[in-house]
């Protein structure tokens, strides 16, 4: 998990700097409406290979509210606001910004998933969010 999270790491980290220069012409609703299909097809012939086939499981009424309401606030959203972001502050400082979200996702998680907030993880987020405050000031 650890190893997959560093390459995530590195793969949004040059996304969002080909995002900047990707958008010098286009207006950031248009430019995420250009993106998501390309990314749903590609991911969608990723899940293919996986798994072999297109057949979508039972997830049921709740799980597809839920999946809907994260890609509104993730894809639509977020992913919007996070383009006029960039547009604004700049590709660095856009990224640094958003690198807090694990204060968030934290709490989220907690209250959401009963997930523990231990002292390790506290500390490690504070440390995270502390540094990203430092490169901001």
Do not use: H
């Amino acid at each position: 998990g650890v190893l997959l999270s560093l390459v995530v790491a590195l793969l949004w980290g040059a996304g969002v700097s080909l995002l900047k220069r990707g958008m010098q012409d286009i207006d950031a609703m248009l430019a995420n409406c250009l993106r998501l299909p390309l990314v749903a097809l590609m991911v969608g012939g990723l899940a293919r290979l996986r798994t072999g086939s297109f057949q979508l499981p039972r997830v049921g009424r709740r799980g597809l509210v839920l999946l809907a309401v994260s890609g509104v606030l993730v894809y639509s959203l977020g992913g919007v606001i996070f383009l006029i972001a960039i547009v604004k502050a700049g590709a660095s400082k856009t990224a640094i910004l958003t690198s807090i979200s694990p204060i968030f996702t934290a709490a989220f998680s907690r209250w959401l998933l009963k997930e523990p907030l231990t002292p390790r993880l506290v500390f490690g987020t504070l440390l995270s969010v502390g540094g990203v405050c430092l490169i901001v000031a």
